[in-house]
């Protein structure tokens, strides 16, 4: 049978403008970002608890629809699976398994080790010896028990500087400058089936990710295992570091490890640093959340032109990237509604807060047509 592709388009388009995300999903109308980039790389999306317990039946149908691989927001970081010496919480983690399962989505786990997010137990250990037996059984308790569950693991994570050097952390403080190394050696025998990766922000950055480079050789030189790096990608409208961007896959790639880009994200709101710190806050001020009412068409149309010409890149070098994972499902979800000023309406994402795909969605997937 002939099927006339400018009938079927027109047809899309009148869908798109009268049915929901959901209607059209339900439909098989809506173009698939996890199939249309099956054989360049996975597509990912960070899931929350309210989606991972299946309340959002909106978010159920387009995360299943659009999404190959996840990675947990916030439920594997260590003040929520283990919150106490000894004790560990594995329930809202084994739900997620079980929902990317059923759902046939990879999982990420996210993170092993990181400085932000402890027990509170864990920064009030004084001993070194206890720090390191901390250390050794989460990583160990964790990792062993989701091995072959999980495909990879983010070992560690935000180790660096934006100089380069190694972050004053309590890991650092504790265990000294070895600790990534040991990480993914004690990583590497409780998960020999799983991939392991080093995850961090900003190290496309030319001193930044000199740095990182430098500690993927220092784990490789220790006859460690270590899989991949991770390029969060929480960029800015209108900046994107496009040269950088493809210098750090080139250089990343070359030392034999997979490339992923793993909580992408373009913000559309002012601020007045670079980076990703949660420890950074700015003080609320109406000026710098001008979109509470709706995003306006021309900053639309910029969004959509930078997630082209970031995706145009990603496909020049698919051979190099393993995977792209967007920080969250729809807009409302961002952490960057919050985060560095609670309470604003942020804009950074494919899908819109009725999960409606967004012109920058269209331009992305134009790509593949």
Known sequence: MTINKNKMKLALFLLLLTGSVNEIAAQGKLPSLKKLFKNDFTIGTALNTVQIEEKDAKAAALIAQQFNTATPENIMKAEIIHPQWGTYNFELADKMLAYCQKNKIGVNAHTLIWHSQLPRFAYAIQSTDSFKTFFTNHITTIASRYDKKVYSWDVVNEALNEDGSMRNSVFLKK???????????????????????????????????????????????????????????????????????????????????????????????????????????????????????????????????????????????????????????????????????????????????????????????????
């Open 175 to 369: 265990l000294g400058n070895d600790f990534v190394t040991d990480a993914f050696r004690i990583a590497q025998a409780a998960a020999p089936n799983t991939q392991l990766y080093y995850n961090d922000y900003n190290n496309e950055q030319p001193a930044k990710r000199a740095g990182c480079i430098a500690l993927i050789k220092k784990i490789q030189q220790a006859g460690v295992r270590i899989d991949g790096v991770g390029i969060q990608g929480h960029w800015h409208l209108g900046k994107l570091p496009l040269k950088e961007i493809e210098e750090s896959i080139e250089q990343y790639a070359a030392l034999g490890i997979k490339v992923m880009f793993t909580e992408l994200d373009i913000e559309v709101l002012p601020r007045n640093f670079e980076g990703a710190d949660i420890a950074q806050r700015m003080k609320s001020d109406p000026s710098l959340d001008p979109y509470k009412n709706g995003l306006p068409d021309s900053v639309e149309q910029k969004l959509a032109a930078d997630y082209e010409s970031l995706f145009k890149l990603f496909l020049k070098h698919s051979d190099k990237i393993e995977r792209v994972t967007f920080w969250g499902v729809n807009d409302g979800q961002s952490w960057l509604n919050g985060w560095p000023v609670p309470g604003r309406t942020n804009y950074p994402l494919l899908f819109d807060r009725n999960f409606q795909p967004k012109p920058a969605f269209y331009k992305v997937i134009a790509l593949k047509k």
